[in-house]
């Protein structure tokens, strides 16, 4: 019975990976760290032909507090293949076994998100389904991991003795057990929630009738994953792999330095080799001589003016003024080409982008390093002026910048990413604010509050934080796919979090 459950849902996990594979655009936005921004859109990958998508940012700031800097500086980019989603691939080189180890962490991913989402519908009064119903899908999803992580295991151990490649599928193994110990603590960590909102149930509360005698099911889950997690830190243990140690901060940090470089090592398999240009410095040459022509079109009329009649007249009439106007036509002359050069970098972005990008597949995926992805970008800032939100009716207005980035890219089909399993591609983007916090205030500020029992007047600390606007909207095949617009909370310390509208 059990094995037929793990069987339906690692067939759930395959459907699902299918669907992913062949629905829209998969967006996300959130902050990264305490002074990045990131959003990360993955797109899937035409069977054959192209596909086009757009990816638009806006994030708009107080004008008083934004220094001047240049955007393209702040932002990082990151392109690769998600994928692949065939677990049946060969691993009797290094390369497969990359590929694979992959492609089992990506269903491992699924697992968790198939978990938490069944944890909310738990707790959620909008659930239609009986209780008993989802927390035996709790059970499955943490059942149909460890199958997974079993299975790669057996193939690993059935790969070829050679060295190199032995040495490639114990790393490969750590890295599935780390995946999998994320996996179970997420798990936990979402059972905890609906543990807590169990036990709260008031008997007035909606969900009420739901959460009768669902404490011993959610007890039940919580069982199997602490099963689950006892083994597979006894197989960590007997493999020798680095543990983290709550009262160890040398181990603990040993423990993150070492699940970073395996994150690494792994992916890096399927990054795409990147290769940009900025516009304005591609046309550079050609931009100054268009404008010099035109600069000394001016000139050689100007002189033509200045030299008309015979020499004689003219250093008879005034040998001064003929100097003032010919030093005049050459200071505008050269005003032009400047003016030119500068117009052009300013408004390059209307004509075409600001910088052009091309993707390539890894010559270990693709040897052909075939063009996956085509990109024209632009990053723009520019001063606007909004309505006061105390009073839009008085004429009040506040000035704002707002950063927009633009990318609009084409996807190819390649036969051979199609092959090996591989169905979308992944941009990551980060954007550094760092510099927006000099000019903050004190991430606290002192409030006067009014102590009803003692009759006076105390100070409190409360949270200073500014909330930015931000909207990210995704487009594919010229429809808007995800439009994603809400708040982001900062203060003087840097990133707060994102409430989404």
Not at 273 to 283: A, G, H, K, L, P
Not at 335 to 346: N, Y
Request: neutral net charge.
């Amino acid at each position: 019975m059990a094995a037929a459950l793990v069987t339906r849902e690692q067939a759930a996990v395959d459907s699902a990976v299918v669907r992913d594979a062949t629905d829209a655009a998969d967006v996300r936005l959130e902050v990264h760290d305490t002074s990045r921004l990131e959003w990360a859109v993955s797109v899937p990958l035409p069977r054959d032909g192209e596909t086009e998508y757009a990816i638009e940012l806006d994030l708009e700031f107080p004008a008083h507090v934004l220094a001047e800097h240049s955007p393209w500086d702040h932002l990082q980019e990151l392109a690769r293949l998600d994928g692949p989603d065939d677990m049946t691939t060969s691993v009797a080189t290094i390369d497969c076994v990359r590929r694979f180890v992959v492609a089992v962490a990506a269903k491992m991913g699924r697992a968790h998100e198939g978990f938490a989402r069944h944890a909310r519908l738990v707790i959620s009064p909008f659930a239609t389904d009986e209780i008993s119903h989802h927390t035996s899908a709790l059970e499955s999803w943490v059942h149909a991991a460890e199958h997974m992580l079993a299975d790669a295991r057996a193939r690993l151990d059935r790969s070829p003795t050679d060295l190199e490649l032995a040495r490639e599928s114990r790393l490969a193994d750590e890295y599935l057990s780390l995946r999998f110990l994320e996996l179970l603590a997420g798990s936990e960590r979402a059972l905890a929630t609906v543990h807590e909102r169990v036990e709260r149930a008031s008997p007035d509360d909606p969900c009420a009738k739901r959460f009768a005698g669902a404490l011993p099911l959610v007890e039940a889950v919580g069982e199997a994953i602490a099963v689950a997690l006892g083994a597979e830190m006894d197989h960590r243990q007997r493999a020798g792999y680095a543990e983290a140690e709550a009262d160890a901060p040398h181990e603990l940090e040993r423990y993150l330095d070492r699940a970073s470089q395996l994150k690494k090592h792994f992916q890096e398999v399927l990054f795409l080799e990147s290769e940009r240009f900025v516009v304005t410095d591609r046309f550079h040459h050609l931009v100054a001589a268009a404008v010099a022509i035109v600069a000394s079109t001016w000139a050689f009329v100007g002189q033509l003016y200045l030299t008309r009649g015979s020499l004689s007249a003219k250093v008879s009439s005034s040998l001064i003024a003929f100097c003032v106007l010919a030093g005049l036509v050459y200071a505008v002359k050269d005003r032009i080409k400047e003016v030119g050069r500068t117009w052009f970098a300013r408004n390059v972005h209307r004509f075409y982008a600001q910088r052009i990008a091309k993707y390539r597949a890894p010559a270990k995926t693709c040897p052909t390093r075939d063009v996956v992805v085509r990109a024209r970008e632009s990053f723009l800032r520019e001063n606007e002026a909004r309505p006061d939100p105390l009073n839009p009716m008085s004429g009040a207005s506040l000035a704002v910048t707002t950063l927009r980035y633009r990318h609009q890219g084409t996807l190819e089909a390649s036969r051979t990413l199609g092959d090996a399993g591989i169905s979308r591609v992944k941009h990551v983007f980060r954007y550094d604010l760092s510099p927006l916090f000099a000019r903050l205030d004190d991430a606290t500020k002192p409030v006067p509050v009014f102590d009803s029992q003692m009759r006076r007047v105390r100070f409190a600390h409360a949270p200073r934080c500014y909330r930015v606007p931000v909207r990210l909207v995704v487009r594919l095949r010229g429809e808007v796919v995800s439009d994603l617009h809400g708040a982001l909370v900062l203060h003087k310390r840097g990133l707060e979090r994102i409430d989404l509208a």
